[in-house]
Structures are given as C-alpha cells and as structure tokens.
C-alpha cells in the first residue's frame, strides 16, 4: 500500500514539473517559396510559460542537403528564457543542390528544455521552385566593367566584362555591344549565354592605332535580352589616350679628304608633334669654310660657339641636317700661293731699283736737288751689263760736276723740251752687291713746294737673254 502511495506522489511531482516548465513555440515564414540556391526565412517565436528559468535547445537534423543558421548565431546552441519571457530567432535554410526543384519539402527539428528534457518538434514547410517554369521572371543581370584609365596607344589593352545573373533564370541570348568613340575597329558584338545565377568574365583585347593622337575617348557597353525584350543601362568607361614622342634619329658622317659631310636625320615615330634641337661645337674659322641645310642659328654658351638647329617634326615625318665642312678652298688658296711665290722667287727681276729726291739747297731765287738711285741685286747670282737711265724735267738743268765716289754716266742727252736724259753703265753686280748713283739738279726757276720727277729705269738681260726693265716708283723732292 505504501509504495501504491509513493508512486503516486512521484508522478504527481513528475507532472507538476512538467507543468512549471513548459513553453510554446510560433512559426511564421518569411520567405517559404524559394529558387535553388536561395535561402528560405522563418520567424520563431519562444515563450517559456514555466515558473522557473529555463534554457532551451535548438536540435537541427544532422541531413548535409540542408544548411541551417541562426540569427542571432547564438540561438544556434541554446537560448535562456526567464519565466514568461518570450524570444525571437530568425531561421535561414538553404537546401543544396542534391534537394530537387518543383517540390514542397518539411524541415523539422526540436526544441528541448534543458531543466526537464521535455521537446517539441517543429516543422518548417518550404516550398523550392523549378528554373525551368519560371517564364515569368524579368531577366536581372550585374554588369561591371574594367579598363585602364589611361592607354598607350602601342600598348595591347584588356577590357573586362563581368556579367553576373541575380536569378534562376537561364539566358541563353544575353546580346553585348561594344563601342568606341575614336575608333570603329574596336566595336565589337556578340551573345553570351549565362545560366541560373552564374558569374562570368569575358576578356577581350583593345588595340587602338599607335598613331592615334591624344585624345579622351569612351568605351560603352550595352547589354541586352532580345528574347524578354529587356536592355539594361548602358555601362560607359572614361578612357585617356596618352601622348609619347618617340624620336629616332640617325647620324651618318662621310670623311673625305679635307671634306667632311654630316646627315643628321630625325624621324618623329609619337603620336603628337615634337621639336628636336642638334647642337654643333664651331668656332668662327670652321664656320667659314662649314655650309648647312636648314641655315643653323649661331649661339654662345660658356663662351663656346655653336651651331644649333631646332627641327620641328609632326607626326611621321623625317627631316635631315645637311653639313658640309670644306677645307678644299682654303687648301687650293694655299696651293696656288705657295706655287705664286716659288713663281714669283723664280721669274722675279733679280734687281730692284728705288729713287729718292732732296732739297740740298734752297734760297730765295733758286734751289738744288739731290737724286740718289739705289740699284741692288738681291739674287745669290751675278748680273752683268746693267744699264740704268734716268730723265731729269725740262724745268731743271742737271749739274755737270758729279759728287767724288759716284759712278759717273756714259751718256747726257739734253732736249730743250723733253728734258735731259742720263745713262749709267754697270759692268756687274755682284750677288746682294747694292749701287747709289748720286746726281744734283738744278730747277731754272724758283720752285715753292715738292718736284715731281719721273720713274727710273734699269735695264739688264735676263735668264733668257733677253733684255728686261725695272722700274722705280715716281718720286717728288722732300
């Protein structure tokens, strides 16, 4: 009877436990319709209607085709919930791949109290839509693209297309267009296919005209779906071709003799014009025998002559520096020279005569001349027979009485109108032997100022044994 008893007071307790700590759980979806790939959402509402504080659990199946996560991720364990209190867990289930479209699934788990291990299970209907029937989906497709702000316009360039579809819905005719500003050949069409959710990445290669100038140019992408009769907005990359100046240039030098020629030649292979500058160290003597093509402009710098060409070049184009330096003239000049004076030392009269004239008596009536005729052979060789002659004006008389040591002339011939002429006679001169004939005159009238008397004359045979004249320079009386 006792145990009769016990017993019943042992359930008894086991029920009134029972009754302090029970709970009760709502379910309301979310979102219970949901494409592959996708994640379906439940709100979870706790309450503990015990009279003690109880920490419950969240006891997921273990099945790998279904992923689940809490929010918060704490609930994911246990949650601890005061006498009365209520609390709210977010569930995210997502079925993997093996789960197959078109059907209504059940999820169920338990949620166990820890204080009596007394469970209820849960059931989360979801429902997981075919790709295949969604022909009422509008298409939604990402599109990102990528290109160097800046180019080379010798430089391959990549552009990068990525595509991305935010739904189950296979496109099978996803139309792309390309387009640039500055260059047609870059335009580009075609279609890509992209299944459910799928990201893809098309690379294709621009190649712009090296030649192309600096410029700001454009790429566009348009995309489309010509079967859903959708086209998304238009994608558009600012793009900078770049300028470069690329100058070749190319000096060929030809050495000849006393000649030297330079071409200097510049070819502008950029995209924009350009100015070369070509420097030439010169002083003023090479400047004068140097002739260019274009005429260079003379510059000094640190006190260095120079001769600079600025060559303006557009865009493709060649121009060439002709230099000539020519030092022929100035050897033919020195050719002609030297051979002048060895013409000049061998065909030279070998005697020189100079005359000079003096007052050597002056009164109020009248006044005396002195003549001195210098006669030299200035040959290492001697020359014999030399005649010298002079004429003294009619407007004078010549003194008969010639000064002691002078040589005395062979012949005075007197003409009352052309004046009187004197001849000398020189047996030999020896080589560099010098002579003075000296002779006196006498003006027949009073003379105010300088007398102006003729050349002298020497006349001697030569090489050839002909006879040759020298001549001096007319003189008048100091």
């Known amino acids: 009877m006792s145990r009769i008893i016990i017993s019943s007071i042992i359930l008894f307790i086991i029920?009134?436990?029972?009754?302090?700590?029970?709970?009760?759980?709502?379910?309301?979806?979310i979102d219970d319709e949901i494409m592959p790939g996708e994640v379906g959402q439940y709100e979870i509402t706790i309450e503990n209607t015990g009279l003690e504080e109880d920490i419950l659990k969240y006891?997921?199946?273990?099945?790998?085709?279904?992923s689940i996560i809490t929010k918060p991720?704490?609930?994911?364990?246990?949650?601890?919930?005061?006498?009365?209190?209520?609390?709210?867990?977010?569930?995210?289930?997502?079925?993997?791949?093996?789960?197959?479209?078109?059907?209504?699934?059940?999820?169920?788990?338990?949620?166990?109290?820890?204080?009596?291990?007394?469970?209820?299970?849960?059931?989360?209907?979801?429902?997981?839509?075919?790709?295949?029937?969604?022909?009422?989906?509008?298409p939604i497709v990402g599109i990102d693209v990528d290109i160097d702000s800046e180019i080379d316009p010798r430089d391959e360039t990549i552009l990068t297309i990525g595509l991305q579809n935010f739904n189950r819905l296979n496109i099978s005719d996803l139309h792309l267009e390309i387009y640039s500003n500055i260059d047609s050949k870059i335009n580009q069409v075609m279609d890509v296919g992209l299944v459910g959710l799928e990201k893809k990445s098309i690379e294709l290669s621009i190649k712009y005209d090296p030649l192309q100038s600096p410029t700001k140019e454009q790429i566009i992408v348009r995309a489309s779906v010509p079967s859903r009769n959708v086209t998304f907005d238009a994608h558009v990359k600012n793009i900078q071709i770049q300028s470069y100046n690329e100058i070749s240039?190319?000096?060929?030098?030809?050495?000849?003799?006393?000649k030297t020629q330079f071409e200097v030649?510049?070819?502008?292979?950029?995209?924009?014009?350009?100015?070369?500058?070509?420097?030439?160290?010169?002083?003023?003597?090479?400047?004068?025998?140097?002739?260019?093509?274009?005429?260079?402009?003379?510059?000094?710098?640190?006190?260095?002559?120079?001769?600079?060409?600025?060559?303006?070049?557009?865009?493709?184009?060649?121009?060439?520096?002709?230099?000539?330096?020519?030092?022929?003239?100035?050897?033919?000049?020195?050719?002609i020279s030297i051979c002048a004076l060895i013409l000049y030392y061998a065909?030279?009269?070998?005697?020189?005569?100079?005359?000079?004239?003096?007052?050597?008596?002056?009164?109020?009536?009248?006044?005396?001349?002195?003549?001195?005729?210098?006669?030299?052979?200035?040959?290492?060789?001697?020359?014999?027979?030399v005649?010298?002659?002079?004429?003294?004006?009619?407007?004078?008389?010549?003194?008969?009485?010639?000064?002691?040591?002078?040589?005395q002339p062979t012949k005075v011939i007197r003409h009352?109108?052309?004046?009187?002429?004197?001849?000398?006679?020189?047996?030999?001169?020896?080589?560099y032997e010098e002579r003075i004939i000296t002779y006196l005159f006498t003006p027949k009238l009073r003379i105010i100022g300088p007398v102006k008397l003729p050349a002298s004359m020497v006349k001697y045979k030569n090489k050839m044994n002909k006879f040759s004249k020298v001549y001096s320079a007319k003189v008048s009386s100091e």
């Not at 006891?59 to 279904?66: A, H, L, M, V």
């Not at 704490?74 to 009365?84: P, Y």
């Not at 292979?269 to 274009?294: C, H, M, R, W």
Request: neutral net charge; aromatic residues 10%; glycine residues 4%.
């Open 15 to 29: 029920c009134l436990s029972s009754v302090f700590a029970s709970f009760t759980v709502d379910v309301v979806p």
């Open 59 to 66: 006891i997921f199946s273990e099945d790998p085709s279904w």
């Open 73 to 138: 991720i704490s609930h994911q364990t246990s949650l601890k919930l005061d006498s009365n209190e209520k609390k709210k867990t977010i569930v995210f289930i997502m079925p993997d791949s093996s789960v197959d479209s078109g059907q209504k699934y059940t999820y169920s788990f338990k949620i166990e109290s820890e204080n009596t291990g007394i469970n209820k299970f849960v059931g989360l209907d979801l429902f997981l839509r075919s790709p295949d029937k969604l022909t009422d989906y509008v």
């Open 249 to 258: 240039s190319d000096v060929e030098k030809i050495d000849n003799f006393l």
């Open 265 to 335: 030649s510049y070819l502008n292979d950029g995209n924009v014009k350009a100015q070369e500058v070509y420097k030439l160290k010169t002083s003023l003597f090479k400047q004068i025998f140097t002739k260019a093509e274009p005429k260079p402009e003379i510059i000094f710098e640190e006190g260095r002559r120079y001769q600079v060409w600025a060559i303006d070049l557009d865009v493709q184009e060649e121009k060439t520096i002709s230099i000539t330096m020519n030092y022929r003239p100035l050897f033919i000049i020195f050719i």
């Open 347 to 385: 065909f030279r009269s070998p005697l020189v005569i100079k005359k000079h004239a003096m007052h050597v008596q002056k009164s109020s009536e009248t006044s005396t001349i002195k003549v001195l005729l210098h006669i030299q052979n200035r040959t290492s060789k001697v020359v014999e027979n």
């Open 387 to 407: 005649k010298v002659m002079d004429k003294v004006p009619a407007i004078g008389l010549i003194n008969k009485d010639f000064p002691v040591g002078t040589l």
């Open 416 to 431: 009352e109108n052309k004046g009187t002429i004197v001849k000398w006679m020189v047996p030999t001169l020896e080589a």
